[in-house]
């Protein structure tokens, strides 16, 4: 089963996408796709590490190339976030690129894998601010990236403080 | 009249020729049509920057809009939703957001079917189709 998880900056994403993982009994792994870049992320990223604490997940810090990733056939993964993800893939050297297809086949190679498949994604799209071109072409590869998971997944939902919101499917 | 909204990128376009099936040269630009054109066009997306256009050129947008709901009845108006930032600093920006808003209020409340889009997945929100 795969499931995609969106809405807005802190809007409950990460705590509704781990309880998803509460019955599940295999082995579970994090994927974790933040740089620790800065004051502010490492932050997100001790919170984040506190909320998996003791849920039974094994941390997989990996910010790009998640096609590479070798992990046993029937475990859960929750993967977390597409937009960094996404940031880390297009902006890891002086050429911007469009990593769409790239990042595509990883979460086809990741749903292959596993038995559950949770990936959180972030809502960046409803500001109506023309940004420069490397941010605006950021945005609309991310939904792009965002539209066709979507239609990959057997679920979609968008958070809003905490409440989920079925887009595709039923709430879980 | 229908309007199909939601933020940008989300799959409005696509959804508007494969689901509503306006020909792709059936949709109007809004960021670069003529304003005439608007108001016999079979579909007009971009229309938040048509406002942004309108206002430059000092045509009041919602009079514009009015008429294009009596004049374009059947018109399909894709539109993106900008309102949910900070509050610009700019005053244009402040005003093109404001037109924009209302707007796509009175757009939405003359279509009879609403549809918002997150992640290429339709959601009505008004009416149904029939």
Known sequence: M???ITGGSKCGKSHYAESL????DGQKFYIATMQPFGDEAQAAIRRHREMRRNKGFETIEKYTDTEDLQ???G???????MGNLCANEMFRSSVVCNPAEKILSGILHLKKIAALLIIVTNE?????????CGTSAYIRVLNEINCRIAEMADHVMECVYGIPVALKGTIL | MILVTGGAFQGKTEYARTQLGVPHENILDGEDCSFDAVQTAECVKTYHQLIKRLLSSGVDPLD?????CIENPDAVI???EIGCGIIPLE????LWREAAGRAGCIIAGQAETVVRISCGIPVIIKGAFA
């Open chain 1, 21 to 24: 993982f509460y019955n599940f």
């Open chain 2, 64 to 68: 514009f809009t009015r008429r294009l």
């Open chain 1, 124 to 132: 960046v799209a409803c500001d109506g601010i023309s940004y420069e």
């Open chain 1, 2 to 4: 795969m499931i995609l």
């Open chain 1, 75 to 81: 475990c859960g993964i929750l993967l977390e976030c």
């Open chain 2, 78 to 80: 894709l539109m993106d």
């Open chain 1, 71 to 73: 992990l046993p056939g």
């Open chain 2, 91 to 94: 005053k244009a920006e402040r």
